[in-house]
């Protein structure tokens, strides 16, 4: 009988033993979650020692637990530094230090000597006798033809057509196997004052030739992104025949300002405000952003824009002087990856 007790007192140990092992692990998630049963949490030295690296732990869900109790701690750090500097640029007043401007590839961009100083004479005179002179002084008014590269496919065909609604008096003529060589006299007799090709790749436009006519220059250009106005989300209404507003920004140097004089010579002079149609070439970090929007007046303060299409980016490839000449022309600039992108804050335009 002795023997008998025994063995159901070892079998009770053995159970309470058991229990105690499946309570384990629930004591250790409370641990884990950092919270007791009386719901106070643990102070912070406990859960991240000074010297503690969270890529220590082994266990991938532990690891996932304190990386994001990190993150909401490094959070709160943060909100808590922004409230204070508020609070103490409200008392301060006007007397409150400016605020810091982050640092960005753009505004710590390498020094170019290029750089055009807006009250500086000899690009004012260079300028004033350059070939777009005429344009400019208002004895000229732009003439635009618009083609493509030979076959070209549905996609290059329709962001022709729908350029030739966001240029004013531009004219989209099919090559028909022409050479540039020969279109360019055609287009100087019928006072043509440039001509655009889209090339493409593919069955999708990868590249515009713009030369100005009729002694250039030529501009050759990567094309990318293209979006059609079909393509664009929460678009509107298909643009008017009204002469839109040119914005040009951020072309600093002096290649920027030629290729800015460029875009600028494709539209008349006097924009229609009333079509309220703006076209803008955007161009940071040498990559130039085309959007076409239309802007409309909610009240007298709060005005909206609406993107009408097309939109493309591009990339300047080569100037070239004169017009079109790809085996005996001579180019201003060409750019040469190797050696000219030698540091990522270095820009050209």
């Given amino acids: 009988m002795a023997k008998a007790g025994d063995k159901s007192d070892s079998k009770g140990k053995k159970g309470v033993k058991r229990k105690a092992t499946a309570e384990e692990p629930q004591e250790a998630a409370v641990a884990e979650d950092g919270a007791t ?8 030295a406990a859960a991240f020692p000074p010297g503690f690296s969270i890529s220590e732990i082994k266990n991938k869900q532990r690891r996932h637990l304190m990386f994001t109790r990190w993150k909401q701690q490094q959070r709160k750090e943060k909100l808590a530094i922004k409230k204070k500097l508020k609070k103490e640029r409200e008392a301060l007043g006007d007397k409150a230090p400016p605020k810091p401007v982050p640092k960005t590839i753009d505004n710590q961009r390498v020094y170019d000597e290029t750089i055009v100083d807006p009250n500086d004479e000899e690009v004012a005179y260079d300028e004033a006798t350059d070939e777009f002179a005429s344009y400019f002084n208002r004895q000229t008014s732009p003439k635009i033809l618009i083609t493509t590269s030979d076959r070209p496919h549905g996609r290059t065909v329709r962001l022709c057509e729908q350029l030739s609604t966001v240029i004013p008096n531009s004219h989209v003529y099919y090559r028909r196997g022409l050479a540039l060589k020969k279109i360019i006299p055609q287009c100087i007799s019928r006072d043509f004052t440039d001509l655009i ?17 009729p002694s250039g220059p030529t501009a ?16 509107g209404k298909d643009p008017t025949e009204h002469v839109p507003e040119i914005i040009l920004n951020n072309f600093t140097t002096r290649l920027g300002h030629s290729v800015g004089r460029m875009f600028a010579s494709l539209f008349p002079h006097n924009p229609q405000f009333i079509g309220r149609q ?4 955007h ?27 097309p939109r493309f980016t591009l990339k300047l490839r080569s100037l070239q002087k004169g017009t079109f000449d790809s085996k005996y022309g001579e180019y201003e600039w060409v750019h040469k990856p190797r050696e000219m992108d030698t540091s990522r804050r270095k820009f050209h335009l």
């Fill in 278 to 281: 703006v076209a803008t070439f």
């Fill in 197 to 213: 090709v889209i090339n493409e790749d593919r069955k999708t436009p990868n590249g515009l030739i713009l030369s100005h006519l």
């Fill in 283 to 309: 161009n940071q970090r040498d990559y130039i952003f085309f959007r076409f929007h239309r802007y409309i007046f909610k009240s007298e303060k709060k005005v909206g824009i609406q993107e009408l299409g």
């Fill in 220 to 235: 050759h250009f990567k094309m990318s992104s293209v979006r059609l106005r079909k393509e664009i989300k929460r678009r």
């Fill in 37 to 44: 049963e009386s719901g106070a949490q643990p102070p912070k």
